[in-house]
């Protein structure tokens, strides 16, 4: 069983549509949530995070998580053709000892929005 | 503004060859990784690094070294190409942490290199 479980897609919307992205793990362990965009040909870039349970709100996006579920989700509303990029769900815990935190990815959710 | 630069965006190898990859990034941070990303496999770490000189190995190090001569460039290399190995490498940085819980240093990543091996 993977750590991290994310639909591959491709999952395809009309502009406006209010688009629910998910993904679940295994590790308990995991402290930190993120979600990185990734347009075609580029490298991803870092979208939101969010810290333990709750919810975050940035603009049209938001970020969930339910630790007691091991369940995150993404939410954009209002759909743009720009949204259309890869979405990566993406967990870490912290080491007290060395500071470092690492990245465990989910595959990717492909995201089409049509005009 | 973050900048991490990968040496070619495309590279295209024989089986044998012996590929170095380069990574270069200006903001001064300790931490760099090598990842590969294959379709339904996601990102998986090849090696990662927290200083010069020093390395250690992510989830998939096996036909991959690394090299971090100075702080702002590291290498991933391949001493012997295998087709298993074409791929997209991606490569990132982020800061050492330096406060508590409810941080998160963001890993910033380059453009990626798409390898090919004929």
């Known amino acids: 069983q993977k750590e991290v479980e994310q639909d591959p897609g491709p999952l395809s919307v009309p502009e406006g549509a209010i688009v629910s992205l998910n993904c679940t793990y295994s590790?308990?362990?995991?402290?930190?949530f993120m979600w990185y965009r990734q347009y075609s040909r580029k490298g991803p870039e870092l979208l939101m995070y969010?810290?333990?349970?709750g919810n975050k709100e940035d603009g049209r996006f938001t970020a969930q998580v339910d630790k007691s579920s091991k369940y995150i989700s993404l939410f954009i509303r209002d759909s743009q053709p720009s949204d259309s990029a890869t979405y990566l769900c993406?967990?870490?815990?912290?080491?007290?000892?060395?500071?470092?935190?690492?990245?465990?990815f989910g595959t990717g959710t492909r995201l089409l929005v049509s005009p | 503004d973050v900048k991490v630069t990968q040496s070619s965006r495309y590279l295209v190898k024989r089986t044998g060859e012996k590929v170095f990859l380069e990574c270069v990034q200006d903001?001064?941070?300790?931490?760099m990784f090598w990842y590969r990303q294959d379709p339904g496999l996601g990102l998986r770490l090849i090696y990662f690094?927290?200083?010069?000189?020093?390395?250690e190995k992510g989830d998939i190090p096996e036909g991959y070294s690394v090299s971090r001569e100075k702080k702002e460039r590291f290498s991933l290399i391949l001493e012997s190409a295998s087709t298993n190995q074409t791929s997209m490498y991606l490569c990132?940085?982020?800061?050492?942490?330096?406060?508590?819980?409810?941080?998160?240093?963001?890993?910033?990543f380059g453009p990626g290199t798409r390898l090919t091996v004929l």
């Open positions: 990132a940085s982020s800061s050492l942490s330096d406060s508590g819980f409810g941080s998160y240093n963001e890993q910033f």
């Open positions: 590790n308990s362990a995991f402290q930190y």
């Open positions: 969010t810290y333990s349970s």
């Open positions: 993406a967990m870490s815990h912290l080491s007290r000892n060395t500071g470092f935190q690492k990245l465990v």
């Open positions: 903001m001064d941070h300790e931490n």
């Open positions: 690094s927290y200083d010069v000189k020093m390395k």
